[in-house]
C-alpha cells in the first residue's frame, strides 16, 4: 500500500503563487506515474498536470498551462505542483494520485492511490 499525503495549500491573492507538496510513504514512487486533480464545490473532478514514472514527461490541462510546473524527486518520494499567476478559479481541493507503470493522464481510474487532498483558495 502507498500513503500519499498532499501540503502546501492556502489561502492566496489573485496573481500570487503556491508550491504542494505530495509525499509518498510505503511504497517507492520510482514506478509510478503521478498526477494532480482538483475540484471546486459542486464541479467534477478534473484533471490539472501528470508527469510519467520514467523520463519525466509531464501533461497540462489547457486550464494551467503555462502556470502551474509539475516535477518529482524520486530521491524524496515527492512530487511537486508549483502554482503560478493564480486566479479564484483555481479554487479546489487539489489532490495527488499515483498509478503504477503507464497511466493516462487525464484519466482519474488509471491511478491507483489518491492523497485526501489540500485547499488551495484565491481570492479576487
Known amino acids: 500500500q502507498m500513503q500519499l499525503v498532499e501540503s502546501g495549500g492556502g489561502l492566496v491573492q489573485a496573481g500570487g503563487s503556491l508550491r504542494l507538496s505530495c509525499a509518498a510513504s510505503?511504497?517507492?514512487?520510482?514506478?509510478?506515474?503521478m498526477g494532480w486533480f482538483r475540484q471546486a464545490p459542486g464541479k467534477d473532478r478534473e484533471f490539472v498536470a501528470a508527469?510519467?514514472?520514467?523520463?519525466?514527461?509531464?501533461e497540462y490541462a489547457d486550464s494551467v498551462k503555462g502556470r502551474f510546473t509539475i516535477s518529482r524527486d524520486n530521491a524524496k518520494n515527492t512530487v511537486y505542483l508549483q502554482m503560478n499567476s493564480l486566479k479564484p478559479e483555481d479554487t479546489a481541493v487539489y489532490y495527488c494520485?499515483?498509478?503504477?507503470?503507464?497511466?493516462?493522464?487525464?484519466?482519474?481510474?488509471?491511478?491507483?492511490?489518491w492523497g485526501q487532498g489540500t485547499q488551495v483558495t484565491v481570492s479576487s
Open positions: 494520485a499515483a498509478g503504477r507503470g503507464l497511466v493516462v493522464p487525464g484519466a482519474s481510474t488509471t491511478y491507483d492511490y
Open positions: 510505503g511504497r517507492t514512487l520510482n514506478y509510478y506515474g
Open positions: 508527469i510519467s514514472w520514467i523520463g519525466g514527461s509531464t
